[in-house]
């Protein structure tokens, strides 16, 4: 006001030479500082960005190539690029979804101005830059979200972004520990996205008290541990909420309560296997708190007991509730919760729980506004209710897997906008004709499987045009509907487990069918003439079928290919590799096929799984399979008649996690470079012709779950080695250990017992549930134990944890540190010579089932101990030398008098001979049920990988157990058993 008053008091010749001189020296000062001008960017800035897009790869599917980012044009006008109008500094880079690859250079942190970066949705992979972050103390907004970054996030530099109000780091492989240091400086964060990333270690158990700005957090699918941080209670603002993995707890502080008592502006809450199997109050605090909740899930979280009443009052008191989820909450019980006529609800998940009894018709009637309802997997009985038809905008219904009778409701076949239908796996009754889905135009998915289905009438062949998913299995068919021709749409269908036979319909192959299962008929061959040189397809499953005729590969470009369990008898063509392009599995088990195999078939470069198992194939194992081709992951040939040695050398880029080439004619010595595969997690070479010692060098694979060395020529003492440096123990990680039918001498080894920390780990399998569990990759295992099948879900717990030495030549004693392996199923040591005690240990190996140390040269008295195993349903002691009386009670109650037979000293029941009475020769009055010849051992294990669709691709392994030949034993004793 002071300048202004000056130049009015001024005349207006001396104002005007004032103004022109103002003029003058700013366009001098413009003229002097060039890189101010409006829009121009700074040459170091667009330098570094250049560097950047050095490091970028763009192809046929990116949207850009960033064509405008060029050496000496201003970068300021960059796709892109928003730089301040003022100092030309980049202040914004904006690059998400733009199809990008390729990997970052540190010349990012040189944008020192920079306030957003977005890189999300792209392709970027490798490590993130892990310097520099502390040259961004400007940056408000970083998102990174949905790529492929690898590695540890930053760890430093994190704490000078105090003006982050955005960070989304969702959807990468991230790993590694968060950073802890200065993140409770990010005080303005607002939105916060951990998710879908592989961070481990605890949470940062202070710093979120700090966040109090924030209303967005995701740390959904990560894999930290421990318990939620308590800090997560006091951030008042939030309106998202999700956290899960099944390594986190949420019992004891803070509570369910806790955690959720303050946040009143909640109104979405997403827990995923999240521990709450001991809070009993969370319905309660459900009830009482979350005054705005809008979305609830609580997937996995160990819920249990009956279905709180106060549920009912949740969703009474909550009118804006759109989703309830509690799935997979298996111990769940209880019925269907209440609806009121008054309600919002559109999505209701109540799945993998044990919910049962009818549903109520009112209560249904009432979810008018539902659009999603999933009861898979629950025990629901009874008629699904007519009022069922009340729900108009009904998208997606899942009732399979439940007990469901009477006939479906016609009020179901008239929902206008059902796009996907699950109704397989019930008891309705009578025959689902599939003309009654006619007016469901919309339908894009439909699962019947489990039901008799009829065919489609002539006129209704057209009545699915959008249908793309179907899945028929086990409907009791004999032939291929023939409506299918007329379905163009369909990209996943399922005929498997019904009862056609004859030729595979032509015009079904040549279908554009991404999936196409027809596994367990009677197909016999693939009619012809068909084209599929250039088809692309995910999976063609013919396996446990009966095709006679040479291996039609004429489809190089199906990723998952599966014959096994078939009658095809001929050779592997010579140039199977030209039919293998895109080939990820080929499964060929269990089939006639002769010959060798061929050479080409390295060539399959994308090869990862193949099984050939349970064929006729001679020759020489291919040694370019271990040198050239580094894409396998599992190898299955056992059950054919190889010849010659294990190829010596293997690729150090090995990425091999199974090795199954048990049953065949092999020889030598077993290679060394088995080192270079460090994910080998199956290793069975059982029953051929290897002449080595003990290979303690395996000990270090630190991944190994599955030894077995049994029937071959191996030798001399069994040693391990343990690593020196670390301390570690070799073998910590093997659950099944077989040693047996070789000529390994010596003593038994302690060491090698004291190594096997996963079996001494009690709680490694329920025996109420036989190993019915999946890996953490999601590959299905399936394991042979008696002839009984049982399906495996995780690798790190194959059921029925063994060892077996038998049929060796071991002497000295057992050791007593073996009753330290409490997570032990079956232990087999006969056959050996073994002298001493019988160590009372093993009283403390709980969760033993079967044992076998028969054949010895074992004395003294039966331990009482045995009797503490409550899980022991086979023992057998004969042929030793033990004495005294036989312990009763338990499990010593249910065995004959094989299992003591051809022990002098041995009395009491179950054998005739009572203590204290002998007979006037001397012996017990039952005779030796050992012939003159050596008995077949103790166990014959088998182990077999079997990869199934898993993106479509899953993994199988079957293991073998069998008990010492009760009709070997009859057929020499028979009398006397």
């Known amino acids: 006001m002071v300048a202004i008053n000056a130049v009015d008091r001024l005349n207006p010749h001396s104002a005007a030479v004032v103004v022109l001189l103002t003029i003058i020296s700013l366009f001098s000062f413009t003229r002097a500082a060039p890189h101010l001008v409006s829009g121009e960017c700074l040459p170091i800035e667009r330098a570094s960005l250049l560097d950047l897009k050095r490091g970028f790869s763009f192809d ?63 392709l970027f992979e490798g490590s993130f830059p892990q310097s520099g972050f502390e040259n961004l103390a400007k940056l408000t907004y970083l998102d990174l979200s949905n790529n492929s970054f690898e590695g540890s996030f930053p760890q430093s530099g994190f704490e000078n972004l105090t003006q982050l109000t955005h960070l989304d780091l969702s959807g ?35 710093g979120f008290e700090n966040l109090t700005q924030l209303t967005h957090l995701d740390l959904y699918l990560t894999e930290f541990s421990g318990q939620v941080p308590i800090g997560i209670s006091h951030l008042t603002n939030l309106i998202f909420l999700g956290i899960g993995h099944d390594v986190l707890q949420l019992w004891n502080l803070p509570s369910f309560r806790t955690l959720v008592g303050n946040l009143t502006n909640l109104r979405e809450l997403y827990l ?142 008239e929902l206008p906008s059902l ?32 039901l008799i289905v009829q065919e489609v009438s002539e006129k209704y062949f057209h009545v699915f045009p959008n249908l793309t998913y179907l899945t028929l299995a086990s409907c009791g068919l004999t032939k291929v509907p023939t409506f299918l021709r007329y379905q163009n749409k369909i990209e996943h269908l399922d005929l498997s487990d019904n009862k056609i036979d004859g030729g595979i319909p032509n015009w079904i192959i040549d279908q554009n069918l991404s999936n196409l299962n027809l596994s367990n008929n009677g197909f016999t061959h693939l009619e012809e003439p068909f084209n599929l040189s250039m088809r692309q397809m ?121 090795l199954i080439i048990s049953d065949n004619h092999l020889e030598g010595p077993l290679p060394r470079t088995l080192l270079n595969c460090t994910s080998l997690k199956v290793f069975d070479i059982g029953n051929n012709h290897i002449v080595d010692t003990f290979p303690f060098w395996l000990g270090n694979m630190i991944n190994m779950n599955v030894l077995i060395l049994r029937g071959n020529a191996l030798y001399g003492q069994v040693e391990t080695m343990g690593n020196h440096e670390t301390h570690e123990k070799t073998f910590s990680e093997v659950r099944i250990l077989d040693l047996s039918s070789n ?24 025996h109420g549930d036989k190993g019915d ?27 029925y944890t063994f060892v077996d030495f038998s049929n060796n030549r071991f002497e000295g004693s057992i050791p007593e540190m073996i009753g330290e392996l409490h997570g032990l199923h079956k232990l087999n040591l006969s056959h050996n010579s073994l002298i ?32 503490y195993l409550n899980f022991l349903s086979f023992l057998n002691l004969s042929n030793n030398n033990l004495n005294g009386r036989i312990p009763q009670g338990e499990q010593f109650n249910t065995f004959s008098n094989a299992t003591y037979l051809e022990n002098q000293g041995l009395c009491g029941k179950p054998l005739s001979k009572q203590c204290g009475n002998v007979n006037p020769n001397g012996t017990s009055a039952a005779p030796s049920i050992i012939s003159d010849h050596p008995s077949p051992s103790g166990y014959i294990i088998g182990l077999a990988l079997f990869f199934g669709l898993g993106f479509g691709v899953g993994l199988a392994a079957v293991v073998v157990l069998q008990n010492v030949q009760w009709k070997f034993w009859k057929r020499q004793n028979g009398a006397h058993v």
């Open 743 to 766: 000529h390994f001498e010596g003593n038994l080894p302690s060491k090698c017992f004291n190594n096997l920390e996963s079996m001494k780990n009690s709680s490694i399998l329920d």
């Open 836 to 867: 001493g005690k019988i160590p009372p240990s093993i009283g403390n190996m709980t969760q033993l089932e079967q044992l076998d140390i028969s054949a010895n040269h074992l004395s003294g008295e039966i331990p009482q101990q045995l009797t």
């Open 60 to 122: 046929m599917d990116s949207v850009t190539n960033l064509s405008s980012w060029k050496p000496g044009s201003n970068c300021c006008k960059w796709e892109g690029v928003t730089c301040d109008p003022n100092s030309g500094h980049v202040i914004s880079l904006d690059l998400h979804r733009r199809g990008i690859s390729g990997k970052l250079s540190g010349s990012l942190f040189n944008l020192t101005s920079l306030q957003t970066l977005d890189l999300s949705d792209n």
């Open 272 to 413: 995923f296997k999240v521990d709450m199997s001991y809070d009993q109050d969370w319905s309660n605090a459900l009830s009482t708190s979350l005054p705005r909740l809008q979305a609830l899930a609580l997937y996995s979280c160990g819920l249990s007991g009956l279905l709180p009443t106060d549920i009912n009052h949740f969703i009474t008191s909550h009118m804006n509730l759109t989703s309830l989820g509690l799935s997979d909450n298996p111990m769940l019980s209880g019925g269907m919760p209440n609806f009121p006529k008054k309600n919002a609800l559109q999505v209701l998940s109540l799945s993998a729980t044990n919910l049962s009894g009818t549903l109520p018709p009112d209560s249904l009637a009432n979810l008018k506004h539902l659009t999603d309802l999933d009861l898979t997997y629950c025990a629901f009985s009874g008629p699904i209710p007519f009022s069922i038809g009340n729900l108009t905008q009904l998208e997606y219904l899942y009732l399979s897997y439940n007990e469901f009778t009477g006939a479906i409701p016609r009020s179901l076949f």
């Open 172 to 206: 990468n492989n991230f790993e590694g520990s968060f950073p802890q240091s200065g993140f409770e400086n990010l005080t303005q964060l607002t939105y916060l996205d951990l998710s879908s990333n592989s961070f481990e270690g605890s949470f940062p158990q202070s």
């Open 538 to 658: 995910g999976s063609l499953d013919l396996h446990s079928n009966m095709l006679q005729r040479p291996i039609p590969l004429v489809f190089p470009y199906v990723y998952y290919l599966d014959y096994s369990n078939n009658n095809i008898s001929s050779v592997i063509p010579s140039n199977i590799s030209s039919s293998l392009n895109q080939t990820n599995s080929l499964l060929i088990a269990n089939n006639s096929l002769q010959g060798q195999i061929p050479m080409s078939i390295c060539e399959a470069h994308n090869l990862q799984f193949l099984d050939l198992s349970q064929n006729n194939l001679s020759g020489p194992i291919p040694s370019c399979l271990f040198q050239n081709n580094s894409a396998l992951i599992v190898l299955k040939l056992r059950g054919n008649r190889l010849q010659g040695t294990i190829p010596l050398h293997l690729n150090e880029a090995c990425k091999l996690e199974a």
């Open 773 to 799: 569990s999946m890996s953490s990759e999601g590959v299905p295992y399936e394991v042979l134990i008696n002839k009984q099948e049982f399906t495996l879900e995780r690798i790190l717990t194959i059921s």
């Open 419 to 450: 796009t996907e239908l699950n109704l397989g796996h019930n008891s309705f009754n009578g025959t689902v004709n599939l003309d009654s889905f006619r007016n469901l135009r919309d339908l894009s998915s439909l699962a019947l499987s489990g």
